[in-house]
């Protein structure tokens, strides 16, 4: 990041590379555009005029034909549809003692214990070439990034509701259901982890990280990362509605992979951290958030 000293100030004041951020905010408000302009015809009949709130919304009496992951939806159920999430992601050991999903279970585990032994050998390149990066990690910096996982679904809940398309706000509460059901989990597992960043530990000293951040999952655990699951929980809630757009699952996972491999070229995550969290964003969407109800 690039840090200019301005003398009327009492501090470094940053500037950042607008070039590659405005982008990359072209690639999410062309996504954006683009999704919101299918079936425009189809999406004027789902409503007569706006709703009152976001829980009034009139549900489609049928399926549209052709689109996967129809799931019946709204902001009245979420709450009960997030938990009901969560019963499932936690109890998910039963499925194993039943023999289900151990194919899957173990390549994200086998590759997740890969890349821990591989992380110390890793990450001092992204160290040593930290400065031939700063144009890329300024674009990707965490509240920029944060802030590109939450526009797409917030474009698809604004232009659902100004089109009166169903399927668009669908869309969207289905990102936040999938946002929140990772960060429990992701939560979770970096407070019982507390591994450090790579930022964190002293040079030379990348095979211990493991217990020793502090007590705070929000602040200093590695392990997984934040930003890899709740970009691809969207991503795949994007990709899996919106399968009959060949190019939309290419530009969504695209990004959620840009944004994830941003955290290892910036030192905040370990591969390891990267790879898990994306696993967990990807799985939980696809398997617990889009599953029929």
């Not at 000293?5 to 940053?14: I, K, N, T, Y």
């Not at 699951?229 to 899996?240: D, H, L, M």
């Amino acid at each position: 990041m690039r840090v200019s000293w301005l003398p009327w100030g009492r501090g470094p004041h940053l500037i950042l590379s607008m070039k590659p951020i405005r982008k990359l905010w072209i690639i999410i408000v062309f996504l954006s555009a683009s999704i919101c302009s299918h079936d425009s015809a189809s999406a004027q009949e789902n409503f007569a005029s706006l709703p009152d709130s976001p829980s009034h919304v009139e549900r489609p009496t049928a399926k549209r034909e052709g689109y996967a992951y129809d799931r019946d939806v709204s902001w009245r159920s979420l709450p009960k549809d997030f938990l009901h999430d969560q019963k499932g992601i936690w109890l998910f050991p039963t499925q194993l003692a039943k023999g289900r999903h151990w194919i899957p279970t173990l390549v994200v585990v086998g590759g997740t214990a890969g890349l821990i032994y591989a992380d110390p050998h890793v990450m001092p390149y992204f160290r040593d070439h930290a400065e031939n990066l700063d144009d890329l990690n300024d674009t990707f910096d965490p509240l920029i990034t944060t802030a590109e996982v939450v526009a797409l679904p917030t474009a698809l809940l604004t232009a659902g509701y100004i089109r009166h398309d169903s399927y668009q706000v669908d869309t969207a509460i289905l990102c936040a259901e999938a946002y929140a059901d990772s960060a429990v989990v992701n939560l979770v597992v970096k407070a019982i982890t507390r591994r450090e960043r790579p930022s964190d530990v002293p040079v030379g000293s990348l095979d211990d990280t493991f217990f020793n951040a502090g007590k705070s999952p929000f602040k200093g655990s590695s392990f997984p990362s934040g930003h890899a699951a709740g970009a691809f929980s969207v991503a795949t809630v994007v990709s899996g509605r919106y399968a009959h757009h060949r190019w939309v699952p290419w530009l969504a996972y695209g990004m959620a992979t840009a944004i994830s491999l941003s955290r290892i070229t910036s030192n905040a995550h370990f591969p390891s951290d990267v790879f898990l969290g994306a696993s967990l964003g990807y799985s939980i969407t696809r398997f617990q958030v889009l599953r029929p109800r």
